[in-house]
Nanobody, 123 residues
Framework: QVQLVESGGGLVQAGGSLRLSCAAR????????MAWFRQAPGKEREFVAT????????YYADSVKGRFTISRDNAKNTVYLQMNSLKPEDTAVYYC????????????????WGQGTQVTVSS
C-alpha cells in the first residue's frame, strides 16, 4: 500500500511557474513508476507526465512537452512536476499516481492515487 500526498498547487498568472510535489508513504517508493495526471472541470482525466522507477526514463503529453519537467528523489520519497510557461488551459486538478507500469499513459495502469491539488492559471 502506498499513500500519496500532493502539494504546491495554487493560482498563477499565464507565463508563470509552479512546482508540484507528491510525497509517498508506505511500500518502497523506488519500486514504483510515478505519474501526473490532470482533470479540468467537465473533462476526463488526462495524462501529463511519467517517470519510470528504473533509470528515471520520462515521457510527456504533447501539450506539456518542453514546458513541464517530471523528476523524482527516491531518498525523499517524492516526485515533482516543474511547470513553466503556464497557460490558462493548464488549469485543472493535478493528481499524482504510482504503479508498476513503465511509461504508462492510461489512468487504469496506476494502482495508487493522491487526492489532487488545484492549479489555476489566470489570463
Amino acid at each position: 500500500q502506498v499513500q500519496l500526498v500532493e502539494s504546491g498547487g495554487g493560482l498563477v498568472q499565464a507565463g508563470g511557474s509552479l512546482r508540484l510535489s507528491c510525497a509517498a508513504r508506505g511500500q518502497t517508493f523506488s519500486s514504483y513508476s510515478m505519474a501526473w495526471f490532470r482533470q479540468a472541470p467537465g473533462k476526463e482525466r488526462e495524462f501529463v507526465a511519467t517517470i519510470s522507477w528504473s533509470y528515471g526514463r520520462t515521457y510527456y503529453a504533447d501539450s506539456v512537452k518542453g514546458r513541464f519537467t517530471i523528476s523524482r528523489d527516491n531518498a525523499k520519497n517524492t516526485v515533482y512536476l516543474q511547470m513553466n510557461s503556464l497557460k490558462p488551459e493548464d488549469t485543472a486538478v493535478y493528481y499524482c499516481a504510482a504503479g508498476f507500469v513503465i511509461l504508462g499513459t492510461r489512468s487504469y495502469e496506476y494502482n495508487y492515487w493522491g487526492q489532487g491539488t488545484q492549479v489555476t492559471v489566470s489570463s
